[in-house]
T-cell receptor, first 114, second 111 residues
């Protein structure tokens, strides 16, 4: 139990639609990052937020965007969904930036794009 | 790309020690070695990390070679619940840097 909760746990969308995934961080964790995990692959870094600002981004197009709120909860938004966006989306939080790097992951949101 | 190389899969008998190797020959002096594992359909779970010295916690031990080009994660008494994918990751631990996951090692523990 990491204290990081994600919603929804499963959802199905069709190509071209938009989706919003939500994450509630563990108390005291002010840095949140999002990862995409395709079937059979390791998680891939999408982006990270610290104090409501994006401060790191992986190789994902602009249609992947995010928000972090003052209470450190976070959203991942994906526009114009494509079939290849089908994956498990993981949220991870950590204590103050500059800590030793241990991340606490949620259980993920499984997105299926038809 | 991941900076580490791990075997694709390993088997271990329940109750025996599981030794999972990882090669990271291009590791820099300020990079840490982290281990995470992912049990099926769950989020990754932090296990342990180290810089130069060997480390031990309640879950596992981490042995890092003197030249730091390889390491071994040791689960001293594997149980069926340790069946998972184990990821060895090299990062600058004290920055807000992303974890670069490879494909990891699938450890299967059997009775």
């Amino acid at each position: 139990e990491t204290g990081v909760t994600q919603s929804p746990t499963h959802l199905i969308k069709t190509r071209g639609q938009q989706v919003t995934l939500r994450c509630s961080s563990q108390s005291g964790h002010n840095t949140v990052s999002w990862y995409q995990q395709a079937l059979g692959q390791g998680p891939q870094f999408i982006f990270q937020y610290y104090r409501e600002e994006e401060n790191g981004r992986g190789n994902f197009p602009p249609r992947f965007s995010g928000l972090q709120f003052p209470n450190y909860s976070s959203e991942l938004n994906v526009n114009a969904l494509e079939l290849d966006d089908s994956a498990l989306y993981l949220c991870a939080s950590r204590p103050l930036a500059g800590s030793t790097g241990e991340l606490f992951f949620g259980e993920g949101s499984r997105l299926t794009v038809l | 790309d991941a900076k580490t190389t791990q075997p694709t899969s390993m088997d271990c008998a329940e109750g025996r020690a599981a030794n999972l190797p990882c090669n990271h020959s291009t590791i820099s002096g300020n990079e840490y070695v982290y281990w995470y594992r992912q049990i099926h359909s769950q989020g990754p779970q932090y296990i342990i990390h180290g810089l130069k010295n060997n480390e031990t916690n309640e879950m596992a031990s981490l042995i890092i070679t003197e030249d730091r080009k390889s390491s071994t994660l040791i689960l001293p008494h594997a149980t069926l619940r340790d069946t998972a994918v184990y990821y060895c990751i090299v990062i600058i631990g004290q920055a807000g840097t992303a974890l670069i996951f490879g494909k990891g090692t699938t450890l299967s523990v059997s009775s």
